[in-house]
């Protein structure tokens, strides 16, 4: 057995280090601009709020067009679209590093983001094709640890880089890291099997239906506090309409963009619900710890970078031994244990700072972080193993889409929590302190941690 393990490392896993690859680009994407921001207003003196489109251009790009890149992975070839979003991450890169304007450089972004999409969404469904289903657990307890690195890595490499060569070297390493990703995945990808089922086509009203009901979504939860009462009415509304005119749609056409049979899928669809709640609550962590280690904890700002670094860090040290365990248990079991996992962190965020500050913060996120990644491991593995050849970049894109939303969702709505914590105990006579937002905030994530597990024993029911 061991002979035959080491024969199908030999061959899979190069194929595998070069998907590691391509999943940390979009990862270290999202994360190395930002630290980006306050040297970008400046050099094209632009307020603050004009510099955020940068980051904003490309979680936008990503979450409208993920599903309809995983469709299209499913029809013309994931190899094929893979390294054609890898070349498109690339280019884009380095059209960013030679923006002359901030305009230039968002519209850029906003084209990596696509970039990012497609690699996004082909990463995942592509471990199908390189490894046996028995590692599959493995594979992707992998691709977590390398998005986790690529987020944790992102902030401090961005600093490096601008202090020493300044913003455009940022854009320019991650174009250089795309070429480097595209000339190995020519090298190691499979190629797309040939005269295979012929595909009725593509679903383009579909993508464009859902891209915009997205968009707006997206926009409304990420610029809600910037819009107006009735411009943010508008895009909800749109967002809602185009939903609707969506799923009626795809019950019609012959080639839908996405099966609406798929979604109706008990195990799937409380799947996609489970990793919305459970990355909202991360992004909770992310959003929310920083106010309150700088404000009621009066920790500087090298302290606040020094124990939010612990998260992903322990993120990444988790994904290996998380896929590991779901070959040997089975992935129902730890995703269960991994949303436990959750909901204790969470409970512990509401007691344990109160009482003994950093030290019961750090412990608290510990928990929290190793839930995380032993949940999304296995949930992902769970939908991937029980979905046909034909549907996975549609189902991986899927499951993106539905981080991608809690993670917009969660930094939304639980930094607005934090916000209003001690105002709403005011309101009912009760007494509230530095740490209350903290509470009242991870009360509440409890509580999606509680709709998490129901929703994936109802999952586990329905298969």
Not at 138 to 158: I, N, Q, W
Not at 177 to 188: E, K, Q
Not at 341 to 370: D, E, K, N, W
Request: proline residues 3%.
């Amino acid at each position: 057995m061991s002979d035959v393990s080491v024969a199908d490392m030999r061959r899979y896993g190069p194929r595998l280090a070069a998907l590691s690859l391509a999943m940390l680009l979009p990862s270290l994407g999202t994360s190395i601009a930002n630290v980006a921001l306050p040297t970008l207003a400046t050099s094209f003196y632009a307020t603050m709020a004009e510099v955020q489109w940068v980051v904003i251009s490309y979680l936008l790009a990503v979450t409208s067009l993920i599903v309809g890149a995983g469709r299209l992975g499913d029809i013309i070839g994931r190899s094929r679209l893979l390294l054609l979003g890898i070349g498109l991450f690339a280019a884009a890169s380095a059209a960013c590093a030679l923006a002359p304007s901030l305009w230039i450089l968002i519209a850029a972004r906003a084209v990596q983001g696509l970039g990012a999409a497609v690699m996004m969404a082909l990463t995942v469904a592509m471990v199908g094709d390189l490894v046996p289903k028995d590692r599959t657990g493995s594979a992707m307890g992998l691709l977590g640890t390398v998005s986790a690195v690529g987020t944790a890595l992102g902030p401090s490499l961005g600093g490096v880089l601008i202090a020493g060569f300044g913003w455009p070297a940022v854009f320019a390493t991650m174009a250089v890291l795309g070429g480097i990703t595209l000339l190995i995945g020519r090298a190691f990808f499979p190629s797309d099997a040939k005269g295979g089922k012929k595909s009725t086509g593509f679903d383009v009203v579909g993508m464009a239906l859902l891209a915009v009901s997205l968009l707006t979504a997206a926009a409304a939860l990420t610029l809600g506090s910037r819009l107006s009462g009735p411009v943010l009415a508008a895009a909800a509304l749109v967002s809602a309409l185009g939903f609707i005119v969506f799923v009626r749609h795809e019950t019609r056409v012959p080639a839908p963009l996405v099966r609406i049979e798929l979604l109706q899928s008990r195990a799937i669809g409380t799947a996609l619900l489970s990793m919305m709640l459970v990355s909202a609550i991360l992004m909770a962590t992310l959003v929310v710890g920083p106010f309150y280690l700088s404000g009621a904890l009066g920790l500087g700002s090298v302290q606040t970078g020094l124990v939010m670094s612990v998260g992903p860090g322990v993120a990444a040290l988790t994904g290996a031994p998380a896929g590991r365990l779901i070959d040997r248990l089975g992935s129902d079991r730890v995703v269960v244990a991994g949303i436990v996992a959750v909901m204790s962190g969470t409970l512990m965020l509401t007691v344990l700072p109160g009482r003994f500050g950093v030290g019961g913060y750090l412990a608290s996120l510990v928990i929290v972080t190793f839930g995380y990644a032993l949940f999304q491991a296995a949930n992902t593995t769970a939908v991937m193993q029980t979905t046909s050849n034909e549907q996975r970049g549609v189902t991986s894109a899927l499951l993106g889409l539905s981080r991608n939303l809690g993670l917009i969702a969660g930094a939304s709505a639980m930094g607005a929590i934090y916000a209003m914590g001690s105002r709403a105990l005011a309101v009912v006579g009760l007494r509230s302190g530095p740490e209350t937002g903290l509470q009242v905030t991870f009360a509440v994530a409890t509580g999606l941690a509680a709709l998490a597990l129901g929703s994936a024993l109802l999952g586990r029911r329905g298969k």
